[in-house]
């Protein structure tokens, strides 16, 4: 099942090197840019997140400087299963 994710890295560098080892053809990235100092990028997975780059995962509130046109909702509700459930 596809899914939408935000990341942060730390610096460009390590955004460059996880993305160009772990990014599939059909995923689809767009580099939103540089916010509170993180290097950030929103990905549309042909398939689930591997997990080598859940580390970098961030949950702004709904749903951030940019979205997918219809991943809004989805976002939305993967936002309040896994940005807001107890640890």
Same mark, same amino acid.
């Given at each position: 099942m596809a899914t939408f994710r935000k990341f942060a890295f730390p610096d460009g560098a390590t955004a460059e090197? !996880? !993305?160009g080892e772990f990014l599939q053809p059909l995923d689809f990235a767009v580099a939103v840019g540089e916010i509170d100092k993180a290097v950030c990028v929103d990905i549309l997975?042909?398939?689930t997140c591997p997990e080598a780059l859940a580390a970098f995962v961030v949950w702004p509130a709904p749903c951030g400087v940019h979205s997918f046109s219809g991943w809004d909702a989805q976002y939305a509700a993967d936002y309040q299963e896994f940005a807001t459930s107890p640890k």
């Open positions: 090197k !996880l !993305l997975f042909h398939d």
